[in-house]
């Protein structure tokens, strides 16, 4: 292994890392996997997705293969540990390690750090987040037809309003930046305004867009569609829609057509093995997921967009608590819950840890152990249909066995 030092990480004595080879991961039988536990109810279900993983790993491998894991320190633990939130050895331990899972980390809202997820991210330069939506049979919801959802959202990750380039009202910069504004282009932009900037670039577009193409052909997935905000902000939504057309059309002429070409040379009837690309203007989606929820399949959309969308595709399907996601750069990925850290639940062992749980799923599918992956989804969906559930799913089911985090968790474990 390359020698790599840390200032406070203790190697584990056994494993190895993950490596990287012509583009491609290449996956020993004791892989070193770093995790972060996370704030608020991070210990809770971290615990508890761990003895899943664990156990799955072991039943579909007996014992020949087995994750190494390895602690790695953000928000308040890192806080206590290194007198910073997000120290130097995280950032290193990820890179390194090139596969890893955290739980979800504390950012107060108008004042203090920025996000810690989001520095993550950019600084990683993890670009897709990727946020596989789907109903697995017996979770509660809100809607008629939850089966119709099976979605999958790249989100761009690391610019449009998210690359935090802002200025309260009043400051220094603010007031240099409204200036400047009103002055050159003649605008009338109140001095008692907060600034912020929004870019979205040509590159972090087109990496993302290719990243999802390149899915969807992979998975064979009928069509993508491009979210975007392009009839108000012309030159970066509107822009990013004309980009990921670009990709499809000059990278994968073979395999994409356009929703238009279809229509136009087809009779609306798409050719067999191509990926139909389309796109739809952000409000008028977030009816149509609803409405029209099995005519989208791939999602790729810009960073707030994507946020948004998210999480109401995820309240179809079981709320937030069932939710899982990862942040993807080239190879390196960082899985996540894609909730927050629930800070009144914390330590109480009641919150449903299937977000955690189903993002150590797609890590596992991520690095090929593919027979692990589906006995976690299929005890998962055994328990549920058992109506042994965490409250959130419980107060929407009738007559439900409300169990705790680890309760849940052990039941998914004999469900194996
Ligand atoms: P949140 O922590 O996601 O919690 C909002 C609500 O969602 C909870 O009160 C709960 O609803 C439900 N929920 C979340 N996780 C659940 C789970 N595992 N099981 C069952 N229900 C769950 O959002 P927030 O309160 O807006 O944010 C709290 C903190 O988390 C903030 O500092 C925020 O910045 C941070 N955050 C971090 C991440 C991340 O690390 N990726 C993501 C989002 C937010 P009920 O009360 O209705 O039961």
């Known amino acids: 292994m390359k020698e790599i030092h840390f200032d406070k990480i203790v190697l584990p004595s056994e494993g190895e890392k993950i490596q990287?080879?012509?583009?491609?991961?290449?996956?020993?039988?004791?892989?070193?996997?770093?995790?972060?536990?996370?704030?608020?109810?991070?210990?809770?279900?971290?615990?508890?997705?761990?003895?899943?993983?664990?156990?799955?790993?072991?039943?579909?491998?007996?014992?020949?293969?087995?994750?190494?894991?390895?602690?790695?320190?953000?928000?308040e633990k890192a806080l206590q540990r290194y007198g910073e939130?997000?120290?130097?050895?995280?950032?290193?331990?990820?890179?390194?390690?090139?596969?890893?899972?955290?739980?979800?980390?504390?950012?107060?809202?108008?004042?203090?750090?920025?996000?810690?997820?989001?520095?993550?991210?950019?600084?990683?330069?993890?670009?897709?987040?990727?946020?596989?939506v789907a109903y697995l049979p017996g979770v509660p919801s809100p809607v008629s037809h939850p089966e119709q959802m099976d979605i999958v959202i790249f989100r761009e990750n690391t610019e449009d309003v998210y690359a935090g380039i802002e200025w309260p009202k009043g400051s220094e910069e603010a007031h240099k930046?409204?200036?400047?504004?009103?002055?050159?282009?003649?605008?009338?932009?109140?001095?008692?305004?907060?600034i912020g900037v929004k870019p979205i670039s040509q590159r972090a577009?087109?990496?993302?867009?290719?990243?999802?193409?390149?899915?969807?052909?992979?998975?064979?997935?009928?069509?993508?569609?491009?979210?975007?905000?392009?009839?108000?902000?012309?030159?970066?939504?509107?822009a990013f829609r004309d980009?990921?057309?670009?990709?499809?059309?000059?990278?994968?002429?073979?395999?994409?057509?356009?929703?238009?070409?279809?229509?136009?040379?087809?009779?609306?009837?798409?050719?067999?093995?191509?990926?139909?690309?389309?796109?739809?203007?952000?409000?008028?989606?977030?009816?149509?997921?609803?409405?029209?929820?099995?005519?989208?399949?791939?999602?790729?959309?810009s960073n707030l967009n994507g946020d948004y969308l998210s999480d109401a595709c995820a309240a179809q399907v079981g709320g937030l608590g069932m939710a899982p996601g990862a942040n993807i750069g080239d190879l390196t990925?960082?899985?996540?819950?894609?909730?927050?850290?629930?800070?009144?639940y914390a330590g109480l062992d009641v919150v449903n840890p299937s977000s955690l749980i189903l993002s150590g799923k797609m890590m596992l599918e991520y690095i090929g152990w593919q027979d692990a992956a589906e006995l976690i989804q299929s005890a998962l969906v055994k328990t549920i249909q058992q109506r042994k559930v965490t409250y959130d799913l419980a107060r929407q089911m009738q007559d439900a066995t409300r169990v705790g985090t680890s309760e849940f968790a052990s039941a998914i474990v004999e469900n194996m």
């Open 20 to 75: 990287v080879a012509e583009d491609k991961l290449v996956v020993p039988d004791r892989p070193i996997i770093p995790f972060i536990e996370g704030d608020g109810i991070g210990p809770d279900i971290m615990r508890a997705a761990q003895g899943v993983w664990n156990a799955a790993v072991a039943k579909a491998y007996g014992g020949s293969r087995k994750i190494v894991w390895l602690e790695l320190f953000a928000g």
């Open 85 to 132: 939130l997000l120290p130097q050895d995280t950032f290193r331990a990820i890179e390194h390690f090139v596969v890893a899972i955290k739980g979800p980390l504390t950012t107060p809202v108008g004042t203090g750090y920025r996000s810690l997820n989001v520095a993550l991210r950019q600084r990683l330069d993890l670009y897709a987040c990727v946020r596989p």
């Open 177 to 194: 930046v409204i200036s400047y504004l009103n002055r050159e282009f003649h605008l009338h932009i109140p001095q008692d305004s907060g």
């Open 205 to 238: 577009t087109q990496r993302l867009v290719r990243k999802a193409i390149q899915y969807a052909i992979r998975q064979g997935r009928r069509s993508l569609t491009i979210m975007h905000k392009g009839n108000i902000m012309k030159y970066t939504e509107g």
């Open 243 to 301: 980009w990921a057309y670009q990709v499809a059309r000059e990278e994968f002429p073979e395999e994409t057509i356009t929703e238009k070409e279809v229509q136009e040379k087809y009779g609306g009837k798409t050719p067999p093995g191509k990926v139909v690309i389309k796109d739809r203007i952000a409000d008028s989606m977030f009816q149509q997921i609803l409405t029209r929820t099995d005519q989208y399949d791939v999602i790729a959309t």
């Open 333 to 344: 990925a960082l899985f996540e819950a894609t909730h927050g850290t629930a800070p009144k």
